[in-house]
């Protein structure tokens, strides 16, 4: 197993942190062609780094094998980038035709260089603005053999709704029918208020330059980039530091370097004893999920502590756990009414008998299932402080501490997006001595911590502020999944998928993050190899039902081919 610092992930750069590193490298190289360097300088450093960029899309394209391909350019640098690309399927003896939004005259800088490259190489541009003066024309344009689309016509530069000529040109490539690949980003996505406009590029592929973009992996910006591709371009290393924005990209690809090795000669404790607190009356399946996919993660011996009411239920159900059957007195001296809600419930006097099993516990979850039920919110609260081992906080024990708001959190904070960074929530957890993970979803968080922004590239400001101000790790659920952590480090999961959009979703995941927890992983660790294999589980079953029919049980039965994936 190695640490997340060790893995040398992808930091995910702003656009504008893109703009800047572009600038800075430029003039970095230039300074190495000559002392002083002359614009002239600046701008043939810039054209390298479109060399590379344009020689990776060439390389992305080709591998597709299909022709001829249609290249759709504009006059900025994001049209330098095709030009090069043509110049490639030029050489390479693959059919393509270049369609120019842009007069010859206009090209500038770098691009005016990828332009005269592409012209010696014989290349020739088709002015797609003359094209649309004949209507019958532009409707056939895109059908006339073309196999492949490339926009290059605008990338990551563009900024509100799209000039007419360009607006024509989206639609006519969205209403080809063909596969679309976007170079940096799709035509009439706007990078800097991280939107996509009415008329947009809906991409199958994107090739994102240099450094991975938030954008492509946003409920904003996914569906018009369709999957995203990085190529790395030859940035000096000593200037990447300076735009690190300390967001990283995190894939599956990671599952392997952060699975825990097993020690094959110890006992089942040695291998990870995890308890969990789940469950009530009600909701005994939220308990089930979260302990099978513990027991499913590695974990050696599960505790499940809950109550008796259910506890029959639960172990129908599993075979393998260590049963804390909590003894139900609730309301024995309180009217029928109150005994009716505080049964079959978590009670302050089940305390003591959780601090006892949790001394033999190596790590806690609580929460999923629980109820919030008075009794049950009072437990939590004065439980949670008392623990001293590395716990997972979930579902009701999250609503148990966001009470602690109530009046303090009102409508209309949480309407302005407020972060709560000081709000009697963040004070209690900060409070709290164990090291802890929280699993909202995005009402919990709000209860927690006031409403989210409402464009998901602000969110890594705002949680990496509550994570340092709590002092602790906070996995934002959702597509795509955000986690903060104290250290000030925000880690992207980059993956949608509805099928995991069911109630019992959560549970399992707190289940595979207390187990590995339970293993000796720390809580960043844990948490992001959790959501990892959480997510690939649930890839492969999306796979083999489907996203309608499958359940969170389903990603609890692919857990063993999550697991082997991180031994392949």
């Not at 699975?259 to 909701?283: H, N």
């Not at 259910?310 to 260590?322: H, W």
């Not at 609580?366 to 716990?391: R, Y």
């Amino acid at each position: 197993m190695r640490s997340l610092q060790s893995l040398n992930l992808q930091p995910i750069l702003s656009t504008e942190g893109m703009r800047g590193l572009d600038a800075a490298s430029k003039e970095f190289l230039a300074n190495k062609i000559s002392s002083g360097p002359s614009e002239t300088d600046i701008i043939q450093s810039g054209y390298t780094l479109m060399q590379e960029a344009g020689l990776a899309l060439f390389k992305f394209v080709q591998a597709k094998s299909l022709e001829p391909i249609a290249v759709f350019i504009g006059g900025g640098n994001n049209g330098g980038d095709g030009l090069v690309l043509a110049k490639h399927l030029l050489q390479a003896g693959i059919k393509n035709t270049v369609f120019s939004l842009a007069n010859e005259n206009k090209f500038k800088n770098e691009a005016k260089l990828a332009l005269d490259d592409f012209l010696q190489a014989g290349g020739s541009l088709f002015d797609f603005k003359k094209i649309l003066e004949d209507p019958n024309q532009a409707s056939l344009l895109l059908h006339d053999g073309f196999k492949l689309i490339v926009d290059c016509m605008l990338g990551n530069g563009a900024k509100g709704e799209l000039r007419p000529e360009f607006a024509s040109a989206v639609q006519a490539i969205n209403n080809s029918g063909l596969p679309i690949i976007a170079a940096d980003a799709p035509t009439g996505y706007d990078s800097s208020a991280h939107i996509c406009n009415e008329v947009c590029i809906h991409a199958n592929e994107t090739m994102l330059f240099g450094f991975p973009r938030l954008d492509a992996f946003t409920k904003e910006g996914g569906p018009s980039f369709g999957k995203a591709v990085t190529a790395p371009l030859n940035y000096p290393t000593e200037l990447i530091s300076q735009f690190d924005e300390k967001v990283y990209l995190v894939t599956e690809n990671a599952i392997p370097q952060l699975t825990p090795k097993r020690d094959e000669w110890g006992d089942k404790r040695v291998q990870g004893s995890p308890l969990i607190i789940a469950g009530s009356k009600d909701m005994p399946g939220a308990a089930a999920l979260c302990t099978e996919a513990a027991l499913r993660s590695g974990a050696g011996l599960v505790t499940l502590a809950t109550t008796e009411a259910i506890t029959p239920i639960i172990q129908a159900k599993l075979s393998e756990p260590v049963f804390c059957s909590l003894e139900d007195k609730a309301g024995e001296n309180c009217r029928d009414d109150a005994r009716s809600e505080n049964r079959g419930v978590l009670q302050p006097q089940h305390i003591l008998t959780l601090l006892q099993r949790a001394k033999h516990a190596s790590a806690i979850a609580i929460g999923p299932g629980l109820s919030t039920s008075a009794d049950t919110v009072q437990t939590i609260l004065e439980l949670l402080p008392q623990l001293n081992v590395p716990t997972v906080i979930d579902a009701d024990a999250l609503n148990a501490i966001a009470t602690l708001n109530e009046g303090a959190i009102s409508d209309a904070a949480t309407d302005n997006c407020a972060a709560i960074s000081d709000s009697a929530a963040v004070q209690y957890l900060r409070e709290m001595k164990a090291p802890a993970i929280l699993t909202p979803h995005v009402r919990e968080f709000a209860r927690l911590f006031g409403k989210l922004p409402e464009n998901s590239c602000e969110i890594p400001n705002q949680l990496r502020e509550i994570a340092t101000r709590a002092n602790k790790v906070i996995l934002l659920k959702g597509a795509p999944t955000f986690i903060a952590t104290p250290d000030g480090n925000v880690y992207i999961i980059p993956v949608a998928n509805s099928g995991m959009a069911k109630g019992g979703s959560g549970d399992v995941l707190t289940g595979i993050i207390v187990a590995l927890l339970s293993q000796g992983l720390s809580a960043i660790e844990a948490t992001v190899l959790g959501a990892l294999l959480h997510q690939k589980a649930g890839k492969l079953a999306r796979e083999e039902l489907g996203a309608f029919s499958m359940l969170p049980s389903d990603i609890i039965k692919n857990l063993h081919k999550a697991f082997q994936f991180a031994s392949n």
